[in-house]
């Protein structure tokens, strides 16, 4: 009988179904999540003012900020360790208890911290970003849980239980919007909140059906040797995550400073078009990443790598020509005539999901080697090129210019990643620990794949 973990052999009738249901429920799951905040999102830009619609961008992507430190500290090491070590049954429960445990009390400073930022933003005149950065503080940890269960579905084996969450999430946030709009109660604030609402239902659902309670007990295992594991891999891909977070989410909090909120308003207007790509290419790397953890043969290794880089590729491509070739009349239908001088944002924008879904396979590959001080260094070339390249043509070009910023910063991680993935292994890659990788080395042959 095989293993639950090993793969199917390649070319089977088994291999293809399993990875063809397994994508299947992985990419309908982030769709679904997608489609809800794209909703959401389309509803603002187009119903509320551009001010006001850049104050939800502004306050969201100070969440994103956040969830710099909760990815950090929760979701890749989770990935990395729960796949690769824990497996499945009692072992996995209770590791899954640890990470809930500490999720809850990182929620509570959260709170407190988004709490006191409204606080500061109402007390130097800033009404409309403060209230909205009330219903972030309330929205954003059950926002962070729904990102940690469905991450769990993955490692579990079961997309469909995440797909499910996801469809509930879409209904509640969708529903929700429109009623709020029909009476006249559509605002920043409310779609934070309702977003919350949202993520809450989904995270309970998800709980019930993978068997885990919302508050677990302490766990038998012993976790200190855990809590210095995840923070090592904070100290690297935390680090990353923020020069990550420079090198393209900063820009939206830089912006009003040449153009006012309106012109963050229209960076995410014109983003919305490729959002749902990127964040589907997100999902089915965090498919594949447990999968290549417990990969044992060199062909099932190399195999996952060159179809998820082909599929990337091509998916990029569609994108890329169908936004540039239309990018006019889907300004126009969307959002009206309201943002339809940002229309040619998406000549740029377009060759996104392209260079990003590159740079999320190679950054597996670095990641499960356990090279995460690789991703570190990698990270903080791109960001620098970012923030050199923005700054520089920001005042000048508004939008524009930031946009370049991140292609360019994307070339530049992409082939630093690649140069330092092709190079041996030292010890003291994997942020300190001395140790050569938190699983085996892979082969050289899937390295060749990916540079074709």
Known sequence: MRDATE????????????????????????????VSNLIINIL??????????GAFVTAYVVLLLVSVAHGGLFLEPMIV???SRFGQGRKWADYLAFVLRFQWAFAAVTTVALLIVAGLTYLFGGALLGSTFVGLAFAGPFIFLSWLVRRACYIEGKPATAAFGGALYLLIAGAGAMLLYRFDGLTSMRAQLLMGVAAVTASAVILTKLGHP???????????P??????????????????????????????????????????RAMTNFVMPLLQSDSALVVLITPELARAQRAHEFSRI?????????????????????????????????????????????????LLASRANVVGA??????????????????????????????PKFGAYGAVLAMLVADVVRITVMTRLLVKPSVAGDNGGRGEASLVPPPPPTPVLELRR
């Open 305 to 353: 790598v060159r179809w998820s880089t082909r599929l990337f590729a091509l998916e990029g491509v569609i994108c890329w020509v169908v936004v540039a070739v239309f990018r006019h009349d889907l300004v126009a239908f969307v959002y009206g005539d309201r943002y339809i001088a940002y229309a040619n944002l998406l000549l740029l924008l377009g060759a996104l999901p």
């Open 365 to 394: 590959l670095l990641r499960l080697q356990g090279r995460v001080r690789n991703v570190f260094w990698s990270s903080a070339a791109s960001a620098c090129t970012a923030l050199v390249l923005g700054f520089a043509t920001m």
């Open 226 to 267: 855990l809590v210095r594991e995840h923070w090592d891999f904070f100290r690297w891909t935390g680090g990353a995550g923020l020069l990550s977070f420079s090198q393209g989410m900063a820009f939206y909090l830089v912006l009003p400073w040449f153009g006012g909120l309106e012109a963050s308003a229209a960076l």
């Open 44 to 53: 603002l830009a187009r119903w509320l003012s551009p001010r006001e619609y």
């Open 81 to 83: 360790i729960g796949s």
């Open 7 to 34: 793969l199917p052999e390649e070319g089977s009738t088994n291999a293809f179904s399993y990875w063809t249901t397994r994508g299947f429920w992985a990419i309908a799951d982030q769709a679904l999540f997608a």
């Open 214 to 224: 919302w508050f677990p007990r302490a766990p038998s295992i012993d976790t200190r």
